[in-house]
């Protein structure tokens, strides 16, 4: 009685209709955040811990846009060490061990190889680890060492061996983008916070001295709009900064310019050991990772400036030959199109280049908070890594501001959703953390849901309900792209069984059979860019 009592009280927390009540209940609110990726949700994170009434308004999906397709490092970034920004590399790698310690079930130490295949790379790579390894001090995930031909070969057993020289051997960590964007955003609602997804803000409000004290939006669902009023507007949005800055002021010039990053799914045939691959340096000077993921491999990235943005980027044929014929230099094992199990690109929101000469790579990744005349608080730029002191950062300049009373963040060591105790990672379920358990409960009540979604895959029925009734998923996409990430391990699969995740959603929600249809085909269109067409 008590457990069931216990689970009806999670239910209720996470529903949208007891959200939505307290929306309604609330018109006056500390800190409004228009967007729900990865730095919103560590703004609402951090804010509702110092004790603010705190709102977030996501226009679709928690880390439906870059958050979700990242190359799935928490890292310090060994490139931007090549680049000199020493200040950005310190304050990432301290970043990366707090995820470590606040977000276990999530976030893992992963080891990579750089194959080096001239023996000075060897020397240069070596040195430049060791002052890797110094910068993240008592955090550090691992000394750096040299290895062999012999040791290289025999770790990464699909790597050509003729000219190979011996590797390096260094640590970062690995993890599962919007699996932690959907345990932050618990997270933040389990601490008080109010978090809407398919919410969009239309409209900033003014006072009467200019100045902007809230927003309009309309839930997606309903199409019913909302007047909210907030002592502070924070905008959280990435790649759509400037359409929330056109709000502001209509006459404001773009201050972002999106550079798209596609990555390619691979069986881990490919990559079949512990070890990931990091190639320093391509042709055009960028970055190849292939990367271990829930024993599949991801293989990325590229960094092609684009002129627009959209909600779901297509991979361009260029990327894809790119990526192919990069990762095909290095492994005995070639990659064909055919052997893509999904491929996604994602946009990056990069400060608008000076000039034309200015190459992506070369932009800072740094984070910038603006303040516009309006007190319209804006954050750009950073990455996954340091979500929770770009949050930091924000609101302490809303406090520097006037804008909120003084009040010290409480993110440093805060456990993350699903963090607490020991968890079994022998299964799939580990990233579920704590709430594992629960999922075993729900299939032991209902053995039908411990029914697997498709031969190939290792999910089940009971996830999908799990992340509707828990999870805030409202759409097949909110669950096959970002609860149960099918749509990014086996895109084909995903498109086999989204009728029946469309009828799971329908009986749990309530909703029509039209409503079911028109899910269904608006999913087969989206996950249609996630197959390469050979």
């Known amino acids: ?55 977030l308004l996501e226009q679709v999906d928690f880390a439906k846009g870059t958050s979700s397709r990242s190359t799935k490092l928490v890292h310090g970034g060994v490139r931007y060490l090549a680049q000199g920004n020493i200040d950005l590399v310190k304050e990432a790698l301290y970043e990366r061990g707090l995820m470590l310690k606040n977000a276990s079930h999530l976030v893992r130490n992963q080891s990579f190889i750089i194959p080096n295949y001239r023996w000075w790379d060897n020397l240069f790579y070596t040195i430049g680890l060791k002052i890797y390894d110094f910068l993240a001090g008592k955090l550090s995930f691992g000394k750096s060492v040299r290895i062999s031909k012999t040791e290289t070969a025999a770790r990464l057993k699909t790597i050509k061996s003729e000219h190979l020289k011996g590797g390096v051997v260094y640590h970062d960590g690995q993890f599962d983008d919007s699996r932690l964007a959907i345990s932050i955003a618990q997270t933040a609602i389990e601490n008080g916070a109010t ?21 309009e939006a309309t839930d ?68 190849l990772f292939l990367v271990p993921w829930h024993n599949r491999v991801v293989v990325g990235t590229t960094d092609t400036l684009l002129d ?36 996604f690109a994602g946009l990056r929101p990069l400060a608008a280049p000076k000039d034309k000469s200015e190459k992506t790579k070369e932009i800072s990744r740094s984070h910038k908070i603006i303040v516009s005349d309006s007190e319209l608080i804006t954050i750009t730029g950073g990455k996954w890594t340091t979500y929770r002191r770009m ?5 302490n300049k809303a406090i520097t501001l006037g804008k909120l009373p003084n009040a010290q963040c409480r993110t440093k060591d805060l ?56 999870e805030m998923a409202r759409t097949i996409e909110d669950v096959l792209a970002r609860r149960v990430r099918v749509l990014f391990f086996d895109a084909e699969a995903a498109i086999e069984i989204a009728p029946m995740v469309a009828a799971i959603l329908t009986k749990e929600l309530n909703k029509t059979d039209d409503w079911r249809q028109q899910q269904i085909s608006g999913f087969l269109k989206i996950a249609s860019h996630y197959v390469i067409k050979n």
Request: aromatic share 6%; hydrophobic share 40%; glycine share 6%.
């Open 308 to 343: 627009s943005h959209s909600l779901e980027p297509k991979a361009l044929d260029k990327e894809i030959d790119f990526i192919l014929e990069t990762a095909n230099r290095y492994l005995t094992k070639k990659i064909t199109k055919k052997d893509v199990l999904s491929i």
């Open 415 to 470: 456990l993350i959703h699903g963090a607490r105790g020991m968890v079994d990672k022998s299964q799939h379920l580990y990233i579920y953390g704590s709430d594992q358990k629960e999922i075993k409960k729900l299939i032991a009540e209902f053995p039908e849901l411990g029914e697997k979604l498709h031969q190939r895959l290792e999910f089940t029925k009971a996830e999908v309900v799990w992340a509707i009734r828990n």
């Open 220 to 287: 997606a669902e309903t199409n019913k709009t909302y007047a909210l009023n907030a002592k502070v507007v924070i905008n959280a949005t990435g790649v759509f900064t400037d359409e929330v800055l056109k709000m502001d002021n209509a006459l404001a010039k773009n201050s972002i310019r999106p550079s798209q990053g596609i990555h390619l799914v691979l069986d881990k045939s490919y990559l079949p050991g512990n070890d990931a691959i990091m190639i320093p340096k391509t042709d055009d000077g960028r970055v």
């Open 1 to 55: 009685m008590n457990i069931n009592n216990q689970s009806k009280k999670k239910v209720d927390l996470f529903d949208r209709d007891t959200l939505i009540q307290q929306l309604k209940a609330h018109s006056n609110w500390d800190v409004i955040i228009i967007g729900g990726g990865a730095t919103g949700l560590g703004i609402a994170l951090d804010s509702t811990t110092r004790g603010f009434k705190t709102l």
């Open 195 to 215: 978090l809407l997804n398919h919410f969009k803000v239309e409209k900033l409000l003014k006072n009467n001295n200019g100045l902007v004290n809230g927003v």
């Open 391 to 395: 949050a930091q950062d924000v609101l």
